[in-house]
């Protein structure tokens, strides 16, 4: 399925992208893209969004295999024609594996996309990261268009 395959494509990209800042660049070294708004920036993240839960591994263990299935399992019941809503499945299945396979054979995630946004500096984060936040946006965006419909059609 091509849902299988946007995941696969994400990991593939969010691997070898902290392998790239792992390899070639000290951790705390960053790189300007867009000086005071984009940068790479190696930077290591031993618990969730924001740092939170530091160390707790078997935690996130437990609950990504849960998400895992969960996804897999909703996939495999998409009906055919659900594009958006099974694109965004496959990008936060490749999101949450792609974090997961850092924590399993890291203990850390490897985080480099630092952007500022107006004075604030938005914690760094990674393409697994992106490919969760955008999925969880698309499955937001098709509830709303979901929504119209039905209300549409009553």
């Not at 969730?48 to 078997?58: N, P, T, V």
């Not at 263990?61 to 849960?66: A, D, L, R, S």
């Not at 969880?136 to 509830?143: E, K, M």
């Amino acid at each position: 399925m091509i849902y299988y395959i946007v995941a696969l494509v994400v990991i593939l990209i969010d691997q070898l992208t902290k392998w790239l800042v792992v390899q070639y660049m000290e951790l705390g070294e960053s790189i300007p893209i867009i000086t005071d708004v984009l940068y790479i920036t190696s930077h290591r993240n031993r618990g969730a969004a924001w740092g939170i839960l530091q160390g707790q591994f078997w935690f996130f263990y437990i609950i990504t295999v849960i998400v895992v299935i969960g996804l897999v399992v909703y996939i495999q019941r998409l009906p055919r024609g659900e594009k958006l809503f099974g694109t965004a499945l496959g990008l936060m299945l490749g999101g949450a594996i792609g974090n997961f396979i850092d924590r399993l054979f890291r203990q850390e995630v490897v985080d480099f996309i630092h952007t500022y946004i107006f004075t604030y500096s938005f914690p760094i984060f990674n393409i697994a990261d992106s490919a969760l936040c955008i999925g969880v946006s698309l499955v937001l965006l098709q509830t709303l268009i979901d929504g119209r419909k039905e209300k549409e059609n009553a």
